[in-house]
């Protein structure tokens, strides 16, 4: 057992430095060169953010491993655990709800000041908005704490008689308490309903504040997670079927860039009339309308002028560019249809284990545990694996909702092109949203990840606060999930195999 725990800790070193390097690198790649050599606190608590996403989601499996380093043990005292799990969870949690409610809009209200201003009043102007955020959301808080931040912990009245101990147990569905069964109910399964009570007690206030974070969460999390989860799939797999099947000839290639060229030519002319706007401080409802207008024409014109550099390629080395362009449509088409099966178990294991009462089978929790029973940290790893799977669900969504919807932000991703406000954003909502796919996979797989840390914060005391617990009673957030799945699923079998078509002349609201 002190083998298996050193090698625990030298696991979760390992994977902390990897996840650092990987996010300095994700960093340095998807940064714009506008912001090569400088914003250097915006990157700071970008690759900050990052780390902590995804260490939190590592958590959780270390957290599996952490409890089975002590599964031969009697009860949970009889062993010391190796890491301090608990410490580790409260302490990541209050790092993420600093990130994202405090540390990260002020590196967004920093970076997005007037650069004509020196730096001390571009700080002295994000802490300002910072500050006067922070005490609103102070007040909102302590006002629902005080009327309603109680606990509501629903319990079983059971009792029996004491009796000398007798030589032998005579015990049958007849006879279940000691002493005799007649005026006593010592068994939950067969109690009166008269037998329930509650317990009510008052929440501590970082409990509220994290119940809270976490609906806020988990309402993007069914959003995202929902879409996500089927539009991550099979976005690889249709853009296999609608990838360019030849190279086209010089004469259409001419033709194409001519095209986009009016189209540059059109979106300049726009963009220099909304920056006279902005300077004139004309900056109403039509002016934000158009601004993202704008952006989003933007975004569909990169995507046709990558689309066009792929069916002709040039170059010396055209052909060679070909053959990979050939190959990483090969690898979207293979990694969507492994992601589509993961999908398709992940969607199956909610509707068996979580929706259905009694659940029909323990599905995936009993793979990870007849995994481990090949290796010990095999089914730990296959855990990893679905929990960050549902993440990388949760970012594909967000994407795909921020480039459909005029409503939201667009704050998209793209490579060697990201603005750090943008990178913020999605750090942000990464964060977000990382808590509660933590507590829906705590959840999910309560049968494999029994009697572990992250089970006694994310449980009971959560889905047992006033008001907020008929949210987990009657899962809301695990019937979104599956519909808006399931209502995905139906849109890409509809229209995902379908080309976009132009958009046509662009032309500014008036």
């Not at 086209?248 to 979106?267: H, N, V």
């Not at 999605?426 to 949203?433: D, E, P, R």
């Amino acid at each position: 057992m002190g083998d298996f725990n050193l090698a625990l800790v030298i696991v979760a070193i390992v994977l902390c430095i990897v996840v650092f390097i990987f996010n300095v690198y994700l960093l340095i790649n998807y940064q714009h060169p506008d912001d090569a050599n400088q914003a250097y606190f915006p990157k700071f608590v970008v690759v900050l953010g990052l780390s902590v996403a995804a260490i939190s989601i590592l958590m959780l499996p270390a957290d599996v491993a952490n409890r089975q380093a002590c599964r031969h043990a009697i009860y949970n005292g009889a062993c010391n655990l190796t890491l301090p799990m608990k410490d580790l969870w409260l302490a990541i949690y209050i790092l993420d709800a600093v990130l994202v409610f405090f540390v990260i809009p002020f590196a967004m209200f920093y970076y997005e000041g007037d650069q004509d201003k020196s730096v001390g009043k571009r700080i002295k102007s994000a802490m300002l908005w910072v500050v006067t955020t922070a005490i609103v959301c102070g007040l909102v808080l302590g006002i629902l704490y005080g009327m309603a931040g109680k606990v509501d912990f629903t319990v079983m009245h059971l009792s029996s008689s004491t009796t000398s101990f007798p030589s032998t147990w005579d015990f049958n569905s007849n006879q279940q308490c000691i002493g005799g069964s007649g005026s006593h109910q010592c068994s939950a399964f067969t109690a009166s309903a008269s037998s329930e009570k509650t317990w009510t007690m008052r929440a501590t206030f970082p409990e509220y504040v994290v119940a809270l974070a976490t609906i806020v969460g988990s309402v993007l999390f069914a959003i995202f997670g929902g879409i996500g989860i089927a539009c991550l799939p099979l976005g690889l797999i249709f853009s296999f079927i609608r990838r360019p099947k030849a190279v086209i000839t010089r004469s259409q290639y001419i033709k194409e860039a001519t095209e986009l060229g009016k189209k540059a030519r059109e979106l300049k002319k726009a963009a220099d009339s909304l920056h006279q706007e902005e300077r004139s401080g004309s900056k109403g409802r039509k002016w934000r309308k158009n601004v993202k207008a704008v952006g989003k024409e933007l975004l569909q014109l990169e995507e046709d002028v990558k689309l066009l550099e792929e069916m002709y390629p040039q170059g010396e080395k055209a052909e060679t560019s070909w053959a990979l362009t050939v190959l990483g449509y090969l690898a979207k088409l293979v990694l969507g249809i492994l992601g589509l099966i993961v999908s398709v178990a992940w969607v199956a294991h909610i509707v068996i284990y979580l929706l259905i009462s009694p659940p029909l089978s323990p599905f995936l929790n009993e793979v990870f545990i007849k995994l481990d029973n090949i290796w010990g940290l095999l089914g730990t790893v296959a855990f990893a694996f679905f929990c960050f799977y549902l993440l990388l669900a949760v970012i594909a969504g967000a994407m795909m909702l921020g480039l459909r919807l005029v409503f939201i932000t667009i704050h998209p991703m793209k490579w060697g092109a990201t603005l750090m406000n943008s990178f913020l954003f999605n750090v942000g909502l990464i964060l977000l949203c990382s808590i509660s796919v933590i507590q829906f996979c705590s959840t999910a797989f309560a049968y494999y990840a029994q009697a572990t840390a992250a089970q006694e914060i994310f449980g009971h005391t959560l889905q047992s606060l006033r008001g907020i617990r008929y949210l987990y009673k009657y899962n809301v957030f695990q019937i979104a999930f599956v519909v808006l799945a399931g209502l995905t699923f139906v849109y890409y079998a509809a229209f995902g195999w379908r080309r976009r078509k132009p958009s046509g002349r662009f032309q500014l609201s008036t």
